[in-house]
């Protein structure tokens, strides 16, 4: 498994930092902060789909609500967590977190 670093700055890369979004996080701290919440949560470490279903819920989901916008980044990223947790468990019937399946 890469480290917490490793992953963070390879999947913050032109993809994630170029999205041509109003409500992209422009801030220079992401991928100090997303270092930081994959070593909280391994299970989104596991896998790139899950790092990147993690920051798909970021970018289109919690990043661009007008009610958590202004929120702090870790909390932004805490509740993408919980919001791609609870959409694998759903759609795969199962902590798909934790299956190296999905």
Same mark, same amino acid.
């Given at each position: 498994?890469m480290? #917490?670093q490793n992953?963070a %700055?390879d /999947?913050?890369?032109?993809?994630y930092?170029?999205?041509?979004l %109003?409500?992209?996080?422009t801030?220079a701290?992401?991928s100090?902060?997303?270092?930081l919440?994959?070593?909280? !949560?391994p299970?989104f470490?596991?896998?790139?789909? !899950?790092?990147?279903?993690?920051? #798909?819920?970021?970018? /289109? #989901?919690?990043?661009c609500?007008?009610v958590?916008?202004?929120l702090?980044?870790?909390e932004?990223?805490?509740?993408?967590?919980?919001?791609?947790?609870?959409?694998?468990?759903i759609?795969?019937g199962?902590?798909a977190? !934790?299956c190296?399946? #999905?």
């Open positions: 498994m480290s #917490y992953l %700055e /999947y913050i890369q032109p993809q930092t170029s999205l041509k %109003e409500c992209k996080n801030s701290n992401f100090q902060e997303l270092q919440f994959l070593s909280l !949560h299970e470490s596991s896998s790139k789909s !899950h790092l990147d279903f993690l920051l #798909y819920c970021f970018d /289109y #989901y919690i990043n609500d007008p958590s916008r202004d702090p980044l870790q932004k990223l805490e509740r993408s967590g919980e919001m791609a947790k609870n959409f694998m468990t759609v795969v199962q902590n977190l !934790h190296n399946e #999905y």
